[in-house]
C-alpha cells in the first residue's frame, strides 16, 4: 500500500511538473510580446543585449520611465486601430450568426435526411473546404471588381460564410446525430411542428454543440487574413491585415511597436472568450465526439 501511495504521489509530481512547464512554454510567447509592447523598439528589439528588453534601457532614456504606452498610442489612436476593431467585430459577428443559422438548420434537416445523397453533399462541402482560401478568393476578384463590391465589408462576410459554411455543417450535423429522433417525435407527437420542434427541444439540448461550432467559426473570422486582405480596402481592414500594415514594406517604413501594441491588443480577447466558454467547449467536443 506504501508503495502504491509513493508511486501515485510521484506520478502526480511528475503530471504537475509537466502541465507547468507546458503552460509556461506555451504562454511565454504571449507574455513576451506583452511585456515587450510596453518597451520602445530599441529596448524590445535589441541586438546588442537582450537584457535590454528587461531593464527598460532605451526607453528609460527615452521617455523617463521603464514602461511606455507609445506603441498603443500610437496603434490606436495615431493609426485609428480601433476602426479594424470595430470592422473586425461586424465581420465576426456576422459570420458567425449566419454560419450558424444556416448550419444549424442545414445539419438538422441533413442528420434527419434518410436519402443517400446526404453522404455526397457532405463529401462535396468537405471538398470545398478543404481548398486553399487563396484559391477561392482570386475566383471571386474580377467579378467583384466588375460588379463594384470590392472593398466594402458585406463583400467578405459573404466569402467568410461561404468558405466557413461546410464545416459548420459538419460540425452540427455530427451533433444533430447523437440526438435520438425519439425527441423529434415526441414533440410533434404533443402538437409541436417540425420547426418548434427543432426550436424548443433540439437545440436547447445540443447548445454545447451550437456554441463549440461558433467559437471555431469566431476563430476563422478573427484570425483570417488572405480572405480580408484581398477583398478589403485600406478604409475598411481588419485587425489582422491592419497588423501586417504597420510592418510596412520595403518601399515604406513601418513601425514595428504598434505592431507589437495591436498583436498584444487583438490576442487578450481570444483569451478570455476561451476561458469564458471553456466547459462549454469541453462537453461540446465530447458530444461531437460519442454517438450514443
Not at 83 to 102: D, E, K, Q
Not at 192 to 219: D, K
Amino acid at each position: 500500500m506504501a508503495a502504491k501511495q509513493r508511486r501515485s504521489a510521484l506520478l502526480v509530481t511528475v503530471s504537475t511538473g509537466l502541465v507547468l512547464l507546458w503552460v509556461v512554454v506555451a504562454s511565454f510567447p504571449f507574455l513576451w510580446t506583452l511585456w515587450g509592447s510596453f518597451k520602445v523598439q530599441a529596448d524590445f528589439f535589441s541586438l546588442a543585449d537582450w537584457r535590454n528588453a528587461l531593464r527598460g534601457t532605451f526607453t528609460t532614456a527615452q521617455t523617463g520611465s521603464a514602461f511606455t504606452g507609445q506603441g498603443y498610442h500610437g496603434a490606436w489612436v495615431q493609426e485609428e486601430f480601433w476602426r479594424a476593431a470595430m470592422n473586425t467585430f461586424i465581420v465576426v459577428f456576422s459570420v458567425v450568426i449566419i454560419s450558424l443559422t444556416f448550419g444549424t438548420l442545414g445539419g438538422y434537416a441533413l442528420a434527419r435526411s434518410g436519402f443517400r445523397y446526404t453522404f455526397w453533399l457532405l463529401m462535396i462541402a468537405l471538398v470545398f473546404r478543404a481548398m486553399p482560401h487563396i484559391t477561392l478568393v482570386s475566383g471571386y476578384l474580377l467579378p467583384f471588381f466588375q460588379w463594384n463590391v470590392w472593398g466594402h465589408l458585406p463583400t467578405a462576410i459573404i466569402v467568410l460564410v461561404a468558405i466557413n459554411q461546410p464545416f459548420t455543417l459538419w460540425m452540427l450535423h455530427s451533433f444533430f446525430l447523437n440526438i435520438p429522433k425519439d425527441l423529434d417525435e415526441s414533440a410533434m407527437v404533443d402538437g409541436c411542428t417540425r420547426f418548434q420542434a427543432f426550436r424548443h427541444v433540439i437545440v436547447p439540448v445540443m447548445w454545447p454543440g451550437v456554441i463549440t461550432t461558433g467559437l471555431f467559426s469566431f476563430l476563422l473570422a478573427y484570425n483570417d487574413f488572405a480572405v480580408t486582405a484581398m477583398l478589403l480596402s485600406q478604409q475598411n481592414q481588419t485587425m489582422v491585415p491592419k497588423i501586417a500594415s504597420f510592418l510596412g514594406s520595403t518601399q515604406v517604413e513601418g513601425n514595428v511597436m504598434f505592431a507589437v501594441a495591436a498583436v498584444v491588443s487583438a490576442t487578450a480577447p481570444l483569451f478570455v472568450l476561451i476561458l469564458f466558454f471553456q466547459r462549454q467547449i469541453v462537453s461540446g467536443l465530447t458530444a461531437g465526439a460519442v454517438k450514443g
